[in-house]
């Protein structure tokens, strides 16, 4: 089975990563790839792909990895209705009672205004 998955490329803390079609059953750096059908820049989001030859592969059984299943469809490629997309996370805080935001918020106390002393004639 195809799998299309990212392989890292790059120098260290400045990843890049090629958008790769290889067995699904060897490691992503062991080099024996089918195809190279695009490139990844984390840090600048850039994204280069031949729409072409990923619809080609992902029409023949190719299945993406969650990554680059999400890079795609950013990318306006239309995934078969077998590729399952996976929700985004969002992390939860731990004592969310404790947040700023969460707090009640203090009414700002307004004081009464003085009695006026009854005018003596």
């Known amino acids: 089975m195809l799998a299309i ?3 890292r490329n790059g120098r260290t803390h400045l990843p890049v990563y090629r958008i790769v079609v290889q067995e699904s059953q060897r490691h992503p750096l062991s080099g024996r ?9 984390p840090k600048t989001k850039k994204t280069v792909l031949n729409k072409e030859k990923v619809e080609f592969y ?3 059984g190719a299945q993406p990895s969650t990554r680059v299943a999400r890079i795609l469809t950013l990318e306006g ?11 985004v996370k969002h992390a939860k805080a ?3 009672d ?4 969460n707090q009640p918020k203090e009414e700002p106390v307004e004081e009464a205004p003085a ?3 009854p005018a003596e004639a």
């Open 77 to 87: 490629v239309k995934l078969p209705a077998w590729v399952k997309a996976t929700p």
């Open 33 to 41: 790839v089918v195809a190279e059908v695009g490139s990844f820049d």
């Open 5 to 7: 998955r990212l392989q």
């Open 94 to 96: 731990k004592h969310a």
């Open 98 to 101: 404790k947040l700023r935001k």
């Open 115 to 117: 009695e006026e002393a």
């Open 58 to 60: 992902l029409k023949n």
